[in-house]
């Protein structure tokens, strides 16, 4: 069955500073895609970005980027220079493709990440 | 476009109560899903609907809970009699497009406390 772990439940950090946020997951399939989320405090859910299990590329938009690695099961993302409006708690998360299969997307617990001016 | 609309935002009642949750997804999505978001069991899939039929609904937690989506634009999670522990935050979202790629828009959610 899917799962992703987001292994650290807490971050705590001071205002440009660097921080990453890790993702493991596991699956049986090799088609896949890996979502990143935001939740701000007002609570709604906000899509950063989703990849394909056959896209190893890093992504970089601004301060955000992402590393996808298969051989360790992870995506991590990182903020460069985090800024106050970062505070969030920010999900992972995994959808398998399969013919005739389910459309789970299935969610990491969150890390909750606070910035501190 | 509005994005996705909930209904009510919060709710308190008591248990023993009927509650309706309800949904309106972005026009032009085919696909809608209830997540329902607790501290000790995170964001869990309960249903989705996929052109308006429901198409996977094993994380309905006990038959207490129902989901309807009579059209395209309109969606309802019931929980009759509502206990305690349904307490939560309950989110819709839709998307449309290929298998297992979808981008989910969710609403801003329906906090629901139960007493």
């Known amino acids: 069955a899917q799962k992703v772990t987001q292994a650290q439940t807490e971050i705590s950090v001071v205002e440009k500073e660097d921080v990453t946020l890790d993702c493991v997951y596991e699956?049986?399939?090799?088609?896949?895609?890996l979502f990143w989320y935001k939740q701000p405090p007002s609570g709604e859910l906000v899509f950063l970005i989703r990849?394909?299990?056959?896209?190893?590329q890093n992504e970089i938009s601004g301060r955000y980027s992402w590393n996808f690695q298969k051989s360790t099961s992870s995506f991590n993302f990182t903020i460069t220079a985090s800024q106050v409006v970062d505070s969030a708690v920010y999900f992972c998360?995994?959808?398998?493709?399969?013919?005739?299969?389910?459309?789970?997307?299935?969610f990491g617990k969150g890390t909750k990440l606070t910035v501190n001016p | 476009d509005a994005g996705v609309i909930q209904s009510p935002r919060h709710e308190v009642t008591e248990m023993g109560q009927e509650v309706t949750l309800r949904c309106k997804p972005i026009?032009?999505?085919?696909?809608l899903f209830w997540y329902r978001q607790t501290m000790m069991r995170g964001l869990e899939l309960l249903i989705y609907?996929?052109?308006?039929?429901?198409?996977?609904d094993s994380g309905m937690p006990e038959d207490r809970f129902s989901a309807k989506m009579p059209n395209a634009s309109f969606s309802t999670l019931k929980i009759q009699p509502s206990e305690p522990r349904d307490s939560a935050v309950y989110f819709c979202?839709?998307?449309?497009?290929?298998?297992?790629?979808?981008?989910?828009?969710f609403g801003a959610g329906s906090r629901l406390t139960v007493l």
């Open positions: 699956t049986r399939d090799t088609t896949y895609y």
């Open positions: 026009s032009g999505h085919d696909y």
């Open positions: 990849r394909n299990s056959f896209d190893e």
């Open positions: 979202a839709s998307s449309q497009g290929q298998s297992g790629a979808n981008v989910l828009t």
């Open positions: 609907f996929n052109n308006n039929v429901p198409i996977d």
């Open positions: 998360a995994l959808s398998e493709v399969y013919q005739g299969g389910s459309e789970k997307l299935v």
